[in-house]
Nanobody
């Protein structure tokens, strides 16, 4: 199983910046591929929502609420992803979770992965004060 370890987060004033980092570890990486790395967030009383992600077969995606302010960067060699958050707003306050979509069990006959699953980090708090 692939585990995700997050770092960064904290308390910042509105208009400030923070950087979140996430690194994948564990498993036998030759037996897996990480299809997507991304960040989700969950504010009190709200559902978890996508912030940004970067998949192998497409362009990075961003929630409309963070476009132009947040930037996701993926390092495939290090199996890591960062989220640079600028011009933070009070409404960005939430617990941020790193997410990986992992595919495993390469089938040589069909040239496809047999299964895939989601892995989640433990979450890191981001608090933006007014």
């Amino acid at each position: 199983q692939v585990q995700l370890v997050e770092s960064g987060g904290g308390l910042v004033q509105a208009g400030g910046s923070l950087r979140l980092s996430c690194e994948a570890s564990g498993g036998t990486f030759s037996a897996f591929t990480i299809k997507t790395l991304g960040w989700y967030r969950q504010a009190p009383g709200k559902q978890r929502e996508l912030v940004a992600d970067d998949s192998n077969d497409g362009m990075p995606r961003y929630a409309d609420s963070v476009k132009g302010r947040f930037t996701i960067s993926r390092d495939n060699a290090k199996k890591s992803v960062t989220l640079q958050m600028n011009s933070l707003k009070v409404e960005d306050t939430a617990v941020y979770y790193c997410n990986a979509v992992v595919a495993g069990g390469w089938d040589r006959a069909t040239l496809t992965w047999r299964y895939e699953y989601d892995s989640w980090g433990q979450g890191t708090q981001v608090t933006v004060s007014s």
